[in-house]
């Protein structure tokens, strides 16, 4: 074949591409279990992360120990069959509220009492922001948190994740109820903190992420709060 014609350039193009396509098709395949099991990874730590276990050297064997996956519809009811890591809140973000599974975490420390770890999932800035909430016993004061995004600006809104003693750890001790029973959750704020229980100082410059973690929170948290009256009505009821 004359290697100056337009046929020998257009299969040797047709066969180049070909033989491109097939060795990134091999790479990605080989590579697909250990990019979904690092993804997992990631995720137990910070599921870990949020009752302040970090740092850990071997997590998924802490995570294997300590954490139960359960699956919740929108009644608070357990849903079986499902495993709750398999659950992608991004999917059920996009479906109306009555119709989504959210899963729920339960961390068993040492001392033998529970903390119930919440995935919450909404919008910042530039794309998706994501957390955990971990809720103490009561089911009410707040444990700890984890935060993280996709695209949040650095020194800004990326403060979520990156500066967490500043951002994270506050939430602390803060409650879901007020002193009369009503949800209120925990909100970022301006000018300062009023109250200690239900408020924490929102990013400086950063507007809409720390509204978009005060939606986050507010109604992410609030989905599981028909499962916390469904488990005290059976603890009040024994």
Partial sequence: MDRNSNVYTI???AILTVVVAVVLAF???SLESKMAANEKLATQKDILRSVGLVDLPDA???YEKTIKGLVIDAKGNTVEGIDATSISMAAEF???EAEQLHPLFIYSGEDGTNK???PIFGNGLWDKIWGYVAVESDMNTIAG???DHKGETP???AEIKDNPKQYNDPYIGTKLYNEQGEYVAVSMVKGGVKDKEHQVDAI???TITSDGVNEMMYRGVGYYLPYFKSQQTQTSSK
């Fill in 155 to 157: 020194g800004l809104g």
């Fill in 60 to 62: 998924a064997a802490v």
């Fill in 94 to 96: 996009k479906k109306p």
């Fill in 27 to 29: 790479v990605h395949s």
């Fill in 145 to 147: 948190i984890a935060m």
């Fill in 204 to 206: 400086s410059g950063a």
């Fill in 116 to 118: 119930y770890i919440l």
């Fill in 11 to 13: 299969v040797y193009a």
